[in-house]
Nanobody, 127 residues
Framework: QVQLVESGGGLVQAGESLRLSCAAS????????MGWFRQASGKEREFVAG????????YYSPSLKSRTSISRDTSKNQFSLQLSSVTPEDTAVYYC????????????????????WGQGTQVTVSS
């Protein structure tokens, strides 16, 4: 079965850090750009962070850049997102995604470029 599976979500206290992981099953992402997105209740899905196929370049939402770090471990077919100093505004379902392209771009991370999505993991930040 081909899938991306997120883990690491749950209830987090405001001010703490969270680390989400995405593991691939039945597909490889070593040659593709990967990304994290999130969708809060009643809002559109928004881009959080992206990373090139090699991990040599990373990209962040300007509003989250100072608190976000994305990394990948191709040998384990996994990649991760770390978000620090969380606030209740970070409450959302977080999704990982694989682009069909190796390099990050707006197109690569758009609905046209992404070919696989994870099911999402809920993150709830309590104050």
């Amino acid at each position: 079965q081909v899938q991306l599976v997120e883990s690491g979500g749950g209830l987090v206290q405001a001010g703490e850090s969270l680390r989400l992981s995405c593991a691939a099953s039945g597909l490889s992402f070593g040659d593709y750009a990967m990304g994290w997105f999130r969708q809060a209740s009643g809002k559109e899905r928004e881009f959080v962070a992206g990373i090139n196929w090699s991990g040599s370049a990373t990209y962040y939402s300007p509003s989250l850049k100072s608190r976000t770090s994305i990394s990948r471990d191709t040998s384990k077919n996994q990649f991760s997102l770390q978000l620090s100093s969380v606030t209740p505004e970070d409450t959302a379902v977080y999704y990982c995604a694989r682009s069909g392209l190796p390099y990050y771009s707006d197109y690569a991370m758009s609905r046209y470029g992404v070919d696989y999505w994870g099911q999402g993991t809920q993150v709830t930040v309590s104050s």
